[in-house]
């Protein structure tokens, strides 16, 4: 088993204001390794340590208001739909 998952969001940002947004959450959020928010690319990146999962950082990120339009964990695609 991996010691890290990686997490791969396409996020729709329209400003710096934006990336900052979810760079400000990913920073606060709890098993976070490493992140990487990218305008250009309207792509958020994250390392989480294993205990972190894909729903946890899905629904931190549409906590910001922020438009989730697709996602993967590990490479593989999933469902960006929240469950609660």
């Known amino acids: 088993m991996s010691d890290e998952h990686t997490y791969k969001f396409n996020v729709t940002m ?12 990913l920073g606060k959020l709890e098993g976070v390794k490493s992140y990487d928010v990218s305008l250009d690319k309207q792509e958020a990146l ?3 340590e294993p205990g972190l999962d894909y729903d946890t950082v899905l629904k931190t ?11 993967e964990a590990d490479g593989e695609t ?7």
């Open 14 to 25: 329209s400003c710096s204001g934006c990336s900052g947004a979810i760079n400000r959450v």
């Open 46 to 48: 994250v390392v989480a």
């Open 61 to 71: 990120i549409k906590k910001t208001g922020k438009k989730v339009n697709s996602g």
């Open 78 to 84: 999933k469902s960006i739909e929240v469950v609660e």
